[in-house]
């Protein structure tokens, strides 16, 4: 009499030993290993989204802490010692949910505030004197040289979704969210930062703009009456990068045509958002300068 599980056990378990199983060995190195995931790939055992995902997954256990974090400098913080009016200036003009709260000098992290708390500050405090030693919240830091993979195990530990980095000093060098980790994994998240879903720009200041990095160059070139060539690119994304020579940071920018391209959101693998402005702006007389 032959048994079930016998049959069962002729079988692969998982989709590892359905791979192994159909390509013969099993892969010695990393390298091997993703060649053996674009390989079923190509033979449609996985798609694309599932193939980027797995990538992304090997590259978090390699990547360390100092390879996504957003530097110091380009940091949104508030003082211990600002006024209440000044915050909230901060907060409504990033649209952030947690700002680092810095001492004397901004490499000094004294605490975490979260945009939620001002708010209920603002709602219940009726004629209470601000101070916002009263709304700071316990600050996670993390040196440079923590692994990605550490990190986010120990983001859903704790609960917490923001960490300040250290240098070899203890002062603060960046910070780094649980959403920095995920978006090495998954792409890009909506966020704080993004707006209409539908619309690739949006019009921030009077010479400011966001152009999603996926905005075609026939319809940025239709936004905007220019001529920018897209017979070698089909997106702006693709037309910047070109033009850097390689994958940039945050922060990053470089002149095409009329255009100044500043990268405002990347991660490892692709360009998401570009600040763009126009070289060749000229305002009009009498016109606003806000927003």
Not at 25 to 51: C, F, G, M, V, Y
Not at 131 to 143: A, E, G, K, Q, S
Request: charged letters at 30%; one cysteine or more.
């Amino acid at each position: 009499m032959t048994s079930d599980r016998s049959t069962e056990d002729t079988h692969p378990r998982n989709w590892f030993d359905r791979l192994t199983a159909l390509f013969g060995s099993e892969p010695q190195n990393r390298e091997q290993l993703i060649e053996l995931l674009k390989d079923a790939k190509q033979r449609a055992l996985l798609d694309t989204e599932a193939l980027s995902m797995i990538e992304g997954v090997l590259q978090v256990s390699e990547l360390r802490v100092r390879d996504i974090m957003i530097p110091r400098a380009e940091m949104v913080f508030v003082r211990r010692d600002d006024s209440l009016d000044r915050i909230l200036e901060v907060a409504v003009k990033s649209a952030h949910s947690r700002f680092p709260v810095t001492g004397d000098d901004k490499g000094e992290v004294v605490g975490v505030m979260l945009a939620k708390d001002l708010l209920t500050f603002c709602v219940e405090s009726g004629r209470r004197p601000f101070n916002i030693r009263d709304l700071l919240r316990p600050t996670v830091f993390v040196p440079e040289s923590k692994r990605l993979n550490v990190l986010l195990k120990e983001f859903r530990a704790s609960r917490n979704h923001m960490a300040i980095v250290v240098d070899e000093y203890g002062s603060a060098a960046g910070l780094v969210t649980i959403e920095d980790v995920l978006e090495q994994i998954v792409g890009e998240i909506e966020d704080e930062h993004d707006y209409d879903e539908g619309a690739e720009i949006f019009r921030r200041g009077q010479n400011e703009y966001s152009a999603k990095a996926r905005t075609p160059i026939d319809d940025f070139n239709g936004y905007f009456g220019s001529t920018l060539p897209d017979n070698e690119f089909d997106t702006i994304g693709g037309l910047v990068l070109n033009a850097l020579g390689h994958l940039p940071k945050r922060g990053e920018s470089v002149e095409v045509g009329p255009f100044r391209f500043t990268v405002m959101r990347a991660d490892s693998r692709r360009v998401h958002l570009l600040s763009v402005e126009r070289l060749d702006f000229q305002p009009e007389e009498g016109a606003e300068t806000g927003h």
